[in-house]
């Protein structure tokens, strides 16, 4: 079964804002059903049955980070107000100032929300 997974930024993608390049770009919570109670869960882990995070509604930000396997994305979601992958990776701390201060490998551990979004529900954007 699926278990909880965290979100493990490499420093080599990091650096300089190539995350923004090696990763698609931005995407966004897109096509839910609308209507109330309509939102994307962010999961700690890919998989329906593990702890909701956080209810993202249609057109937030996210900024995926890790493919989990072919149905979830492993996500940084962008704070409010933040529109650009700029924006986002300097408020989330995942810019080249702290891509500096990194390992290879490091944990996300904020201070934005991040976790496991099912893929259907996500679109694509170019920043």
């Known amino acids: 079964g699926a278990k909880p997974q965290p979100i493990v930024l490499l420093k080599s993608v990091v650096g300089g804002l190539d ?12 096509g839910l059903k609308g209507g109330k109670g309509s939102f994307l869960s962010l999961r700690t882990g890919p998989g329906p049955t593990l702890k909701e995070i956080e209810r993202l509604n249609e057109g937030r930000l996210l900024i995926p980070i890790m493919q989990g396997d072919p149905e979830w994305y492993g996500v940084i979601v962008a704070p409010q107000g ?27 551990k904020g ?3 991040a976790g496991w979004v099912a893929r259907r529900w996500v679109k694509m954007v170019v920043d």
């Open 82 to 108: 933040a529109d650009s992958a700029e924006a986002i990776a300097a408020a989330c701390k995942f810019d080249a100032a702290a891509a500096a201060q990194m390992s290879e490998q490091t944990v996300y």
């Open 111 to 113: 201070p934005c929300r």
């Open 19 to 30: 995350i923004i390049e090696n990763s698609a770009t931005l995407a966004q919570v897109a």
